[in-house]
């Protein structure tokens, strides 16, 4: 194997640690060529500047205008710049890098001591991080550029030329056209999907000491959630004959208004809802056993309902101090606003690298016709540099296409390190992923994140893959690999959920405060510990999973 991957970038050298840390949720496999040169290199890296001069947090000047250093690319994974996620929390009003070491990378025992070097402190932009963090605070109403955003996406989408009479040339174009509003559409994400934490934060310092499930509960059922629609549409689906013409409609306008979203959906080159409709049909079916009292619908009422008398609970221990109840006030207020801000963002930011996707996969069905690739999702293993001389003569790729498609699989082999500071080892001396030979036993306490409140037992569904046939049978409890809003519609008929990977604010997480299935993220290596059919009780509140019982 080579040291290097084609698409890594050269860490930087005034800010040298990277982590895996969220973008190993999002992203947990290596990050296809095209999806690193048109999303993630060319618009999220851009975007993530322009968000972070935005926010006030740092200057241009700081960082590579050419290839941002808020995230990087080694061995074909996606990296994010803890050294700057560390010093948000340096330069903010109120918060330390601590703050941000807790929230990001956790007590894992790679993670270096902080280290302030000359010019990091930067007290010239408190002022600015501190009107902005005010406009947050001050905010009544989900700020009006997210309805332009979304309105100028939806054109997009809504406008596409008919790929399939457009040349070869014509998709490049059009792929390579996206990339900007790629980053145009990631910098609110990142400003409103910093803000998200904000509300939480507040009460979780007010609320936790009272009662530790009182934070959660507060922010469960808070409604206007992006993530969510596609499951109540899938429901919807579930109650209609499966071979009857009224499905057949209800799916292609499912695929129409939801099909940018699918498993692992920030690399273009993973197949969205639009392009395969299997995961929706096994969501669908996952649901057509369920009764209607574990309809998204009658879920998300039963979850306001508990958000309701968790105010109530939280407004009486607090009575007669008035400043509490103010902060309370406050915290349900930002909660209310920015949480679905972050998810109103990411969507439109799905909406943008859609765009990208679905040109470069009627460029790979032409040529898999053509012969030339084996399958058409190869085609996003060409570089951007190289799109016009493959469009030019195709077949002078297929030797080294057939050869990168090997070295890339080999990549997913990799163990990818959660924590690189400074030049990264060379690929040849990465070690190969292990497979966990440590199963649970009777007793045992798991401990991971809480995700969304409540405690349920059941028997575990370990699910790999949401395309997985098997579907949930109705009180069983969903345990996943990662948290992906692909994944939600199968939270309905689950009675709890389990993930290997993820944190508070995880939009799976958020979904699932929506439909009030208890939640449990960041139990390390679950999927591959805990047994399928296995008794145990998940504890959404303290994010911890009890084995009760062994399959029989």
Request: proline share 9%.
């Amino acid at each position: 194997m080579s040291d290097r991957w084609i698409t890594d970038w050269e860490p930087s050298k005034r800010f040298p640690l990277y982590t895996r840390a969220n973008s190993g949720e999002i992203m947990p496999k290596p990050c296809s060529p095209i999806g690193w040169d048109l999303v993630w290199g060319g618009g999220v890296s851009k975007g993530w500047a322009d968000g972070c001069h935005r926010f006030g947090t740092f200057l241009p000047e700081e960082t590579n205008p050419d290839q941002p250093d808020y995230v990087g690319c080694m061995g074909g994974y996606v990296y994010l710049n803890a050294s700057l996620i560390r010093l948000v929390g340096e330069r903010s009003p109120g918060m330390t890098h601590e703050t941000m070491d807790v929230a990001f990378l956790g007590n894992h025992p790679d993670v270096p001591p902080f280290k302030l070097n000359p010019g990091d402190a930067a007290p010239e932009l408190e002022a600015a991080i501190g009107a902005t963090m005010g406009s947050f605070m001050e905010a009544t109403e989900l700020p009006p550029e997210l309805a332009e955003d979304r309105a100028m996406i939806t054109a997009v989408r809504d406008n596409r030329p008919d790929l399939s009479a457009a040349t070869d040339a014509e998709l490049v174009a059009r792929a390579r056209s996206i990339t900007p509003l790629v980053r145009e559409l990631f910098e609110p994400y990142y400003v409103f999907g910093t803000a998200s934490a904000i509300g939480p934060g507040i009460l979780g310092e007010l609320c936790g000491g009272i009662d530790p499930t009182l934070p959660g509960r507060l922010i469960s059922g808070i409604g206007d959630i992006d993530s969510a629609p596609p499951a109540h549409a899938m429901w919807e689906m579930s109650r209609m004959d499966g071979d009857s013409e009224e499905f057949a409609a209800a799916l292609a306008a499912f695929q129409t208004e939801h099909g940018a979203r699918g498993p692992g959906e920030w690399d273009p080159a993973n197949p969205s809802w639009e392009i395969d409709s299997q995961p929706i049909l096994v969501a669908v079916n996952a649901m057509r056993s369920a009764g209607d009292e574990l309809s998204p619908a009658a879920r998300h009422e039963r979850a306001v309902a508990d958000r309701e008398a968790a105010i109530s609970e939280a407004r009486a221990a607090l009575a007669g101090n008035e400043e509490a109840l103010a902060t309370l006030d406050l915290g349900l207020r930002v909660a209310g606003i920015f949480v679905p801000a972050r998810e109103r963002t990411k969507l439109s930011e799905m909406m943008a690298v859609h765009e990208v996707r679905l040109p470069m996969y009627e460029l790979g069905r032409r040529m898999v016709e053509r012969g030339v690739l084996a399958e058409a999702r190869d085609a996003f293993l060409l570089l951007d540099a190289e799109l016009d001389g493959f469009v030019a003569d195709p077949e002078s790729f297929t030797a080294i296409l057939a050869e990168r498609k090997t070295a890339f699989a080999a990549l997913a082999d990799l163990q990818d390190p959660f924590i690189i500071n400074g030049p990264p080892a060379p690929l040849s001396q990465w070690a190969q992923r292990a497979v966990v030979n440590d199963p649970v036993h009777v007793g045992e306490v798991l401990q991971g994140a809480a995700g969304s409140p409540g405690v349920v037992t059941g028997r575990a569904r370990v699910v790999l893959d949401p395309t997985d046939a098997r579907g949930l049978e109705l009180g069983e409890i969903l345990v996943a690999p990662v948290t992906d809003p692909s994944w939600t519609p199968l939270f309905v008929p689950a009675a709890g959920v389990v993930v290997d990977v993820g944190a508070p604010l995880s939009h799976a997480v958020i979904v699932s405060r929506e439909f009030g299935v208890p939640c449990a993220c960041s139990v390390h290596q679950a999927a591959q510990r805990i047994p399928d059919g296995a008794l145990i009780t998940v504890d959404g509140s303290a994010g911890t999973v009890t084995i009760i019982e062994m399959p029989a």
